[in-house]
Nanobody, 116 residues
């Protein structure tokens, strides 16, 4: 059974940093691309970043380039999202995602609130 468990969210001031983690189980983690999405209130879920199975290729939404870094540890079966210089408009629930045999799997999400 595929399981994705996000953690690391919280309240942070504008300009601050957070590191999100997503612990994965139930599949061969090292074989799959992993993604982080976010969904702000009243908005559609959007792709934030992705990382290939070996971690040798990453992609980012234009809005987060240069501030966010996605990484993974294939021994710990965990994917991370380091977020720096956070903005109030980035308040959202952040989700990790994996697509296995055409089926998309999601965690429960972790709330990130950027506010003074």
């Amino acid at each position: 059974q595929v399981r994705l468990v996000e953690s690391g969210g919280g309240l942070v001031q504008p300009g601050g940093s957070l590191r999100l983690s997503c612990a994965a189980s139930g599949f061969i983690f090292s074989a799959y691309t992993m993604r982080w999405y976010r969904q702000a209130p009243g908005k559609e879920r959007e792709l934030v970043a992705s990382i290939t199975s070996a971690g040798d290729n990453t992609n980012y939404a234009d809005s987060v380039k240069g501030r966010f870094t996605i990484s993974r540890d294939n021994v710990k079966n965990t994917v991370y999202l380091q977020m720096n210089s956070l903005k109030p408009e980035e308040t959202a629930v952040y989700y990790c995602n994996v697509v296995l045999r055409g089926q998309s799997h999601w965690g429960q999400g972790t709330q990130v609130t950027v506010s003074s």
